[in-house]
């Protein structure tokens, strides 16, 4: 038998939770980019734009640096 855990996540964040209103933006990115970014924000209870805010703010943006576009690989560890 399986059971299915539904979590209710907010739709938007909370107003001024940084200090300043969220605007929409649009990007590209891969579909397994997509679901990767879909994973953690089921994982936390959070929206996509939530995780990319914390992602940004915690530093991951420095994990982008480390990229190698000629491998598709990290120079090093990236996680």
């Known amino acids: 038998m399986t059971t299915i855990l539904v ?3 907010p739709e938007r964040a909370e107003p001024g939770a940084y200090g300043e209103t969220k605007k929409p933006k649009q990007f590209m990115i891969t579909d397994w980019a997509s679901e990767q970014l879909d994973l953690v924000a089921s994982e936390l209870g959070i929206t996509r734009s939530e995780v990319l805010e914390r992602l940004i703010r915690c530093g ?13 690989k990290c120079k090093e560890n990236c996680s």
């Open 7 to 9: 979590m209710t996540r």
């Open 60 to 72: 991951g943006l420095g994990a982008a640096k480390k990229f190698d576009a000629a491998t598709g």
